[in-house]
């Protein structure tokens, strides 16, 4: 079992900035981030392979930038120009890149992957 320990998150003003740092206890292939708002489902926001290629959504593409410390096990999200419609909880994810990429694409078979307690992010208006 793999325990991922989030930090980072809360509440800023839209342009602004907020950094989400994630350590695992174990290596996996491939980590990163996914969100969820209220009444939608979850999206892949971020990811990076052990290779460091880098996954993004269409929506953050430009403005967020994931990182990993492989020497710690831990990913970052630098996330910066902020809209309200990033608004959701954030979740670190790691997993087997050959599980991990397919669900930050597609979607489903959220259990087979490892899952934080998730983070807030409110951007306001």
């Known amino acids: 079992q793999v325990r991922l320990v989030e930090s980072g998150g809360g509440s800023v003003e839209a342009g602004g900035s907020l950094r989400l740092s994630c350590a695992a206890s174990a290596w996996n292939t491939c980590m990163g981030w996914f969100r969820q708002a209220p009444g939608k489902e979850r999206e892949g926001v971020a990811a990076?392979?052990?290779?460091?290629?880098?996954f993004y959504s269409d929506s953050v593409k430009g403005r967020f930038t994931i990182s990993k410390d492989y020497t710690k096990n831990s990913v970052d999200l630098e996330m910066n120009s902020l809209k309200p419609e990033d608004t959701a909880m954030y979740y670190c994810?790691?997993?087997?890149?050959?599980?991990?990429?397919?669900?930050?694409?597609?979607?489903?078979?959220?259990?087979?992957?490892?899952w934080g307690q998730g983070t807030q992010v409110t951007v306001s208006s």
């Open positions: 994810a790691a997993g087997a890149e050959d599980v991990f990429v397919p669900i930050f694409m597609y979607g489903g078979s959220w259990p087979d992957l490892y």
């Open positions: 990076i392979r052990s290779d460091r290629t880098t």
